[in-house]
Nanobody, 115 residues
Framework: QVQLVESGGGLVQPGGSLRLSCAASGSIFSTRVMGWYRQAPGKQREWVAIITSAGTTTYRGSVKGRFTISRDNALNTVYLQMNSLKPEDTAVYYC?????????WGQGTQVTVSS
């Protein structure tokens, strides 16, 4: 049974930073492409950033240059460093493999960017 547990969200002012973490259980982590996703109120969930097992990264255009995805395969953890946050980044953030698997979605972590 794979479990993904996100943490690190919170309330931050525009221009601020947050670092999200996703701890994965199970043996699938180190060989899989992992992704961070988000879902804003009233909108569909969208991918934000992905990272291969070798560390190659890809970013959604709206976060490129502001967000950094990384992973620690020894700790089965993937991170999302978010800088220069904007109100439009407000959403629940999730991690999952990429492409996502429905049964792997966790509870997510809320990120609110507001003054």
């Amino acid at each position: 049974q794979v479990q993904l547990v996100e943490s690190g969200g919170g309330l931050v002012q525009p221009g601020g930073s947050l670092r999200l973490s996703c701890a994965a259980s199970g043996s699938i982590f180190s060989t899989r492409v992992m992704g961070w996703y988000r879902q804003a109120p009233g909108k569909q969930r969208e991918w934000v950033a992905i990272i291969t097992s070798a560390g190659t990264t890809t970013y959604r255009g709206s976060v490129k240059g502001r967000f950094t995805i990384s992973r620690d395969n020894a700790l089965n953890t993937v991170y999302l460093q978010m800088n220069s946050l904007k109100p439009e980044d407000t959403a629940v953030y999730y991690c999952n493999v990429y492409p996502s698997i429905r049964d792997f979605w966790g509870q997510g972590t809320q990120v609110t960017v507001s003054s």
